[in-house]
Every structure is written in C-alpha cells, then in structure tokens.
C-alpha cells in the first residue's frame, strides 16, 4: 500500500498539484461490514446487548500468513470514448452502478463518472463515515455496508492505521499485518 500511495503523491508533487489533491483522490482500499442491533431473543451464544457485526476483509497479511486480495477487471472494446464520442454505457458500466447501488445504498449522480474527483470524494466520505459507525462502541444505522479500510494516509503517501484502530474490532487482526518468516514469493 505505502509504495502505491507515494507512486502517486510523486505523481502528484510532480505536477504541482500537492495543494489541490491527495493520494487518496486516485487509490483506496475498502473493507466490507455490517452492523446490526441485537434482539433480546437471539439464539446465537455470540450475541450481545449492544450490537452486532460482521466484517468482510481481503486477508492482507493479517494472521501473517497469506495475502489474498480480490480484484478485478473488465473491458469491452466496442463501449469506448472513441468509439462512441461520449461517456461509454456497457455491461461493465452496469455492473459497477450495481455494485455501487449494493454497497452504498443508494446510487448519486455523480456516481455515472466514477473518474471525476466529485465521485471519489463522495464514496470515501461514505466509506469513512461507516467506518466511523461501525467502529464506534454505540449502534448506529449504517448507509450500506462499504467502509473504509481503517488507514491513514498522509499528503505525501506514508500509511498509517487510523488512531485507535492498529487492530479491528471484534476479530483482533491488526490493520496493517505482521512480519513473517516465510519468503515472500509465498505470501504475494
């Protein structure tokens, strides 16, 4: 993550738009999660008073033992820019407006350009502000279930876990992984 984010900020600096933009307008890692108030008569032993939750996680090193990340790509050669002379409308377009609609909730405008500033900046605000809830010791709804992946990063790319959160809630796995004594080539 660290190399990514300077890569970009040295992108950024060299253009001279360090006053303007931040690494996070271009790259950013979300996590999955739910959380749910609990009722009196729930059966499952793990329940409690207060809350429940449910988080999802590419395990990136986080037992130090694996790194596993899902990602995915997709292309259709007959829906682009020069082909149609405005804003590609394919399957693939399709589908990231179904797994944004799923993920946050709802769907905006600004939603249709996934690459303007405006979109990014919206769903990392979402993605922050349901970290926040889903971190925080009181329930509260959550909008969707897109979160934040609890780091920090700096104007100039350095990575660090958010303040208080070096580990996650409830699962105990710690944010920015562990060192191991397996060789690399194994893990990535």
């Not at 070096?166 to 194994?186: H, I, M, Q, R, Y």
Request: with cysteine; charged share 20%.
């Amino acid at each position: 993550m660290s190399m990514m984010y300077q890569i970009i900020w040295q992108a950024i600096n060299k253009a001279g738009l360090t006053d303007t933009l931040h690494p996070q307008d271009y790259l950013n890692f979300y996590c999955l999660g739910k959380r749910e108030s609990s009722s009196a008569d729930c059966p499952l032993q793990t329940c409690n008073s207060s809350e429940n939750r449910a988080l999802g996680l590419a395990q990136k090193s986080l037992d130090g033992s694996r790194d596993t990340e899902i990602a995915m790509g997709a292309y259709q050669p007959t829906y682009t820019w020069s082909g149609k002379k405005t804003h590609p409308r394919s399957q693939v377009y399709g589908y990231r407006m179904s797994l944004l609609a799923e993920h946050l909730g709802f769907l905006k405008d600004c939603f249709r350009q996934p690459e303007t500033l405006e979109c990014m900046r919206k769903v990392n605000s979402i993605a922050k502000t349901n970290w926040k809830i889903y971190a925080a010791e009181e329930y509260k709804e959550m909008t969707g279930h897109l979160m934040q992946y609890p780091i920090q990063v700096n104007k100039d790319g350095k990575v660090t876990t958010l303040p208080g959160h070096e580990c996650f809630p409830d699962v105990g796995g710690k944010v920015l992984g562990s060192s191991t004594n397996l060789p690399d080539a194994l893990t990535t």
